[in-house]
């Protein structure tokens, strides 16, 4: 069965979200940015709801008083969409679906409609589609009665098949052609990354969490002209650019996507070739809204997908952003950085210490290493010829023996020193 989308309708929103005990704050500034969220994607909020529980019923997510409450709600305001702050399961989608009468959209739902909306590459158009049709397939049974209601907006947007696809054949055979299609594109990413590993310039990625301040701070030193605004999720795509630091060193610079807490898991999984660009960076510059009220937390959330990637090894320049503006945090410290470092990337300010604090930390005292890389772990040995400068190399049982000269940083980076000998 397939439904035509329409996606004019206007969303009347109630946000909700469950309590843990002394979980207050962070459950409040978390559904602050929710209601953010569901602006980005055309909704406006008109009440918040927050039950004090441990865990989310596992039938309706709240309780069944909660839910009554929710029902008089819906009527008053005559509401369009329940907006949840945590993923849903099939079960719960459809039970609250049933229960309520209008359409139920949980976090993961929003924040694909959010990158199905800005997504203009190829590459960004397959993945979002892709990151939707298998969230799709797991929630099936009680997608298909929530979306079916209102036929429109939040969760029916997609930037590739004009159709809300609701059957399970169709669905699959759609991401055995997404997934052949993506392989194409992944391979030619990986053709440029290995082009740009030759010409042997450090790789710096901007990261950080969404509305940091990435694409200002790349346009501010490359005039990349990447779109910058006020809003969740405008970068979906890596843009890279040739830079000159100040004493000559040539580098590229690679504006990423933003992180945000709780991103789904499918999306994860389907721009996991976009993330990996922060993977195969050699420096991390960690950009953090430092008038945010949240931006501990928002540090945190960057540290952890940072793990998740496999990247939190790499080091890392924290800039607190947006110190044009009078509310900034002063106490902001992130304590994983090698520097951190006050700035605005919208004015220039402080922006030179950077460049400088980059230009040092690359240049920084090169050690002598005596290695063995085993075989399974060639492309280190790419990376040291790529980096480093290399004294002799020979081939033993173990692996390859290589005596180097390597910057500090990429030791740590490639775990060097398990590989020591003599
Ligand atoms: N006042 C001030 N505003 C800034 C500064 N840097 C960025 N902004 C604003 O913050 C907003 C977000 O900036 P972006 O550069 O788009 O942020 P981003 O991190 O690329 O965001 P996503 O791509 O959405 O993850 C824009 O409205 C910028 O103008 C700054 O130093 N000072
Ligand atoms: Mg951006």
Not at 243 to 268: A, C, Q, W, Y
Not at 335 to 350: C, H, P, Q, Y
Request: hydrophobic share 40%; charged share 30%.
């Amino acid at each position: 069965m397939e439904e035509q989308i329409k996606n004019e309708i206007e969303e009347k929103a109630i946000l909700i979200a469950i309590c843990p005990q002394n979980k207050e704050e962070e459950v409040e500034s978390a559904i602050d940015e929710l209601e953010e969220l569901a602006k980005t994607a055309g909704a406006s909020t008109l009440v918040k709801v927050i039950q004090n529980r441990d865990k989310p019923h596992p039938a309706t997510y709240f309780g069944k008083g909660k839910v009554e409450e929710l029902k008089e709600m819906v009527e008053q305001y005559e509401i369009t969409t329940i907006i949840c702050d945590d993923e849903l399961s099939p079960a719960q989608l459809k039970n609250l679906s049933e229960a309520l009468d209008v359409k139920i959209v949980d976090r993961p739902i929003l924040i694909m409609d959010i990158f199905a909306r800005h997504a203009h590459t190829k590459e960004g158009i397959l993945q979002v589609e892709m990151a939707q049709m298998r969230y799709r397939l797991s929630r099936l049974s009680g997608l298909g009665k929530s979306l079916s209601r209102l036929g429109g907006g939040i969760g029916t947007r997609g930037p590739g098949e004009k159709k809300l696809e609701t059957d399970k054949r169709h669905i699959r055979r759609r991401i055995d052609m997404l997934k052949e299609e993506l392989e194409k594109i992944h391979s030619s990413r990986h053709l440029l990354r290995e082009g740009r590993a030759k010409q042997g310039k450090p790789i710096i990625a901007i990261v950080g969490y969404t509305n940091a301040g990435k694409s200002t701070l790349l346009n501010h030193l490359t005039d990349a002209g990447v779109l910058q605004e006020d809003m969740l999720f405008a970068t979906l795509y890596p843009t890279t650019r040739n830079m000159v630091l100040p004493e000559g060193k040539e580098v590229l610079m690679v504006d990423t996507v933003g992180f945000i807490r709780k991103l789904p898991h499918h999306i994860v999984e389907a721009f996991k070739s976009t993330l990996e660009e922060v993977v195969y960076a050699d420096v991390l510059i960690h950009m953090v809204d430092a008038t945010n009220p949240d931006a501990n937390k928002h540090i945190q959330v960057v540290h952890e997908t940072l793990l998740e990637l496999g990247a939190e090894k790499t080091p890392m320049l924290t800039l607190l952003n947006k110190c044009d503006r009078d509310n900034v945090d002063d106490d902001l410290w992130d304590e994983k950085a090698f520097a951190n470092i006050r700035v605005s990337a919208l004015t220039g300010d402080g922006i030179y210490k950077v460049l400088e604090a980059l230009e040092q930390h690359l240049l920084q005292g090169q050690r002598l290493m005596k290695i063995i890389i085993p075989y399974h772990q060639g492309q280190i040995l790419q990376k040291l010829r790529t980096y480093g400068q290399i004294l002799e190399e020979s081939y033993v049982n173990e692996g390859t023996y290589v005596e180097v000269y390597i910057e500090e940083a990429y030791i740590n980076k490639y775990n060097l020193g398990s590989m020591v000998v003599g």
